[in-house]
T-cell receptor
């Protein structure tokens, strides 16, 4: 158990409204990630963070922003939700081996977001 | 085009059969990981392969990393219904990000 909690677990929102998803970790990991999972696409990287206030875009970042003001929390915001953002969102932390030779990710339970 | 291409996308077999799923890329990775995901849950790490040509065994699962470190395979011997799930490969193309393939959805019928 890597101590990752996502909230909320389920949310239904209307098109055009802002939505914020929260990822909380208890083990002081440096790296945190937000992915979305859709049928046929596996997990696609939205944004990631490599430290407090250090974030970068992933492969599907349009329409999303993130913030990391403290180590334990990584927030994902949908500025103006659209139906195409209906998905399951996963937060992950990364553990790194000696000399950065390999990386392993541990995931939260996911947030199912429906935009109507 | 995804950085990591997995095949097949779907696989349905009978209990007791053997199977192999593949993860391929044109990029070189320092390591690749395999995860299994069950419905309603996040992916769970199965194994990490680090050295080109490496073979790792986890009970009935055998993982191989290609010599050029661009591809990997997962072989399951005598599949069981409990092996049903989505199998994902993943790698880190840079120092900070982590990318996943689209996955192979395996169904093992009793």
């Amino acid at each position: 158990d890597a101590g990752i909690t996502q909230s909320p677990r389920h949310k239904v929102t209307e098109t055009g409204t802002p939505v914020t998803l929260r990822c909380h970790q208890t083990e002081n990991h440096r790296y945190m990630y937000w992915y979305r999972q859709d049928p046929g696409h596996g997990l696609r990287l939205i944004h990631y963070s490599y430290g407090v206030k250090d974030t970068d875009k992933g492969e599907v970042s349009d329409g999303y922003s993130v913030s990391r003001s403290k180590t334990e929390d990584f927030l994902l915001t949908l500025e103006s939700a659209t139906s195409s953002q209906t998905s399951v969102y996963f937060c992950a932390i990364r553990e790194t081996g000696v000399g950065l030779s390999f990386t392993e990710a541990f995931f939260g339970q996911g947030t199912r977001l429906t935009v109507v | 085009t995804q950085l990591l291409e997995q095949s097949p996308q779907f696989l349905s077999i009978q209990e007791g059969e053997n199977l192999t799923v593949y993860c391929n890329s044109s990029s070189v990775f320092s390591s690749l990981q395999w995860y299994r995901q069950e419905p309603g849950e996040g992916p769970v790490l199965l194994v990490t392969v680090v050295t080109g040509g490496e073979v790792k065994k986890l009970k009935r699962l055998t993982f191989q990393f290609g010599d050029a470190r661009k591809d990997s395979s997962l072989h399951i011997t005598a599949a069981q219904p409990g092996d049903t799930g989505l199998y994902l490969c993943a790698g880190a193309p840079g120092n900070n990000d982590m990318r996943f393939g689209a996955g192979t959805r395996l169904t093992v019928k009793p």
